[in-house]
């Protein structure tokens, strides 16, 4: 009697099915990594335009309590509390003809909040009356 050997099929992947999952896997990693880089610079602007008009509206109310006479041009930056963020204030006068007389006692008040030497800027203009 003959003995027939069976001969089972070789088990396992190919070196080309191999490439081909690892390709495969690069190409994702490599979108997966750009979509996370591209979340985190998003959340570090939404936290800028989130936080700078708050911080735009307290400088005008600091601005609203001096009296006139101490409303001058000035910058700064907010400390420790917001690090990176600075601000500027530029008043000017408002000259009008339709408005004569009551221009006079009218500013202009425009209120700049940037973060990381300007790399992201707000700005906020405002118009107020200022009385003796």
Do not use: C
Request: aromatic share 10%; hydrophobic share 40%.
């Amino acid at each position: 009697m003959k003995v027939r050997r069976v001969l089972k099929p070789a088990t396992g992947f190919t070196l080309l099915e191999i490439m081909v999952s690892i390709s495969i896997i690069a190409i994702v990693l490599v979108a997966v990594y750009r979509m996370h880089m591209q979340t985190i610079s998003m959340n570090a602007s939404v936290k800028f335009y989130t936080t700078a008009p708050l911080l735009a509206y307290s400088k005008i109310a600091e601005l609203e309590i001096t009296t006139s006479n101490e409303l001058t041009d000035d910058s700064g930056n907010f400390g420790e509390e917001f690090p990176g963020y600075g601000w500027n204030v530029l008043i000017e006068d408002i000259e009008s003809n339709f408005l004569g007389t009551t221009a006079k006692d009218l500013k202009k008040i425009d209120v700049t909040i940037s973060f990381n030497n300007d790399e992201l800027t707000y700005s906020l203009r405002k118009y107020t009356f200022v009385g003796d």
